[in-house]
C-alpha cells in the first residue's frame, strides 16, 4: 500500500507568529516535521503552503503553494490533492505542520487502518488520558468509539462523563477503570472522499466545538480510532511549547 503525506504549514499564526521558521536545535520546525515524515512509508511528502518564504526554507521535500484563504488545513490538503491529481483512492495522510514529534509508525499506522477499511472515510488515533486535569480542559479534544472502534463523538468537554466521580479535583486520581482518551489531530483519507468533504457545509456540532471532524459523523461517514502505537511528543502551538519542545532535542544524543 502506497499513501502521501500533506503537510499543512501555515506562516500566519496568530499565537506564534512565522511558526514554521522558527529554528529547533539548529533546524526549522517545519524541517523537524518533514524529517517525522521521511522515516515512514509514505511514498510521496509534500509540504501545503501559503507563503514563500516556507517554501524558500524548504529543499528537501516537495513544496505545493496554496491559497491564503483556506479557512482549515483540510481545506488546504483537498487544493494540494486537485493541483497533484491523485486518484481518489489514493490515501493522504495529513500531518499537521507543528507536530515534530510524531512518531513515524504512527504516520504508518493511521495509513494501514484506512487502507486496511475501504468503507469508511477517515482514520485517527488517540492516547489514553491519565491526569484529572487533562480530561476537564477543553483545549484537549476527547473520543469515545464505539465496539468496532469507530468514533461515536468527539467533544472539548470531558466525556465521557463519569456520573458516580465527577467531578474531581487536579489533586485527586482518575477512577482505576476509566476510560478517557485524547483525540491525536492526525488524520489518512482517501483523496476521493477530501474532495467531496470540502464541499459539505459545517454542521452545527462543528460550529459549536470547532472541531472539523464533527462534520464527517454528521454527514453519517464513519472515523476509525485506534490508540496510538507509540504516544506522540508535544506539538507547538505557543512560546511555551517551543521551548519544551527545544529542550526535547536538545537532550536527545542525535537530535
Known sequence: MGFSIVIPA????????????????????IQRVCDCAAKSDAQHIIVATDDERIK???????????????????????????????????????LQGDEPLMPPIVIDQVANNLSDRPAIAAS????????????????VVKVVVDQKGYALYFS????AWDRENFPL???QPLPIDAAHFRHIGLYAYRAGFLRKFVHWPACPPERTELLEQLRILWYGEKIHVEEALESPGPGVDTEVDLDRVRRIFAARVDP
Open 10 to 29: 501555515r506562516y500566519g499564526s496568530s499565537r506564534l507568529p512565522a511558526k514554521p521558521l522558527h529554528d529547533i536545535h539548529g533546524r526549522s520546525l
Open 156 to 159: 472539548r468537554a470531558p466525556i
Open 124 to 139: 485517527t488515533v488517540c492516547v489514553r488520558i491519565d491526569e484529572v486535569a487533562d480530561v476537564f480542559d477543553p483545549n
Open 56 to 94: 524558500t526554507a524548504i529543499s528537501d521535500v516537495e513544496v505545493c503553494l496554496t491559497r491564503q484563504d483556506h479557512r482549515t488545513g483540510t481545506d488546504r490538503l483537498a487544493e494540494v490533492v486537485d493541483q497533484c491529481g491523485f486518484d481518489d483512492d489514493h490515501i493522504i495522510v495529513n
Open 169 to 171: 479535583q487536579n489533586d
